[in-house]
């Protein structure tokens, strides 16, 4: 099916609020701020009202006018092909790594450019980031668990990163050993 190969992390992350009841577009970027998933996709506020058309014109979500407070609002909902749609780019995401461009590597592959001290300094201070990242990320799962209904997948997310960065961490100190031991 083409909208299942041709579906992004985008557009997983929209059919899956959209899975969860319709919404307008004004209440799907606050609920993106809310959640905090501008950390862990590219859902911008910009971004929602353009995505949102490209997934009615694929017949993934349909909209229908609702008057509240005197204002016509556009409410998207998702088809039975959004709802597909949701499910296969669910499976293939899980199923498939994904390996960003992290600006760290493009430092690292260049480290030649500075002088060790200034590596050393510059990786100790993106350690302090990291550990100040892994306390909110703390923080996150803790509210999550707190929330009545919040589902214990959504946790989860919570607890990848801090393990990213814990494993982050585990680099910074083995390199940051290994410049040492060269200098």
């Known amino acids: 099916m083409f909208y299942m190969e041709n579906i992004s992390a985008m557009d997983v992350a929209l059919l899956g609020l959209l899975a969860e009841r319709p919404m307008h577009p004004w209440e799907i970027t606050k609920q993106v701020e809310y959640r ?3 950390t862990w996709t590219d859902l911008a506020r910009s971004t929602v009202y353009k995505q949102l058309a490209s ?8 909209t229908e006018d609702e008057v509240a407070s005197s204002r016509v609002r556009r409410v998207h909902q998702l088809t039975p ?4 749609a949701l499910a296969g780019g669910v499976t293939r ?6 390996y960003p461009h992290w600006g760290i ?3 690292t592959y260049n480290l030649d450019a500075i002088p060790p001290a200034e590596a050393v300094a510059a990786l100790d201070k993106y350690a302090r980031t990291l550990r100040e990242c892994s306390a909110g990320w703390s923080k996150l799962e803790a509210f999550l668990r707190d929330e009545e209904k919040c589902p214990p997948h959504r946790w989860a997310l919570a607890r990848r990163a801090r393990a990213m960065i814990d494993g982050e961490l585990r680099w910074i100190a083995e390199f940051r050993a290994e410049l040492e031991a060269a200098r």
């Open 55 to 62: 997934l009615e014109a694929r017949g993934l979500v349909r």
């Open 105 to 107: 590597d493009i430092a």
């Open 36 to 38: 905090e998933m501008r």
């Open 93 to 98: 995401l899980l199923g498939e790594p994904q």
């Open 81 to 84: 092909a959004g709802r597909a």
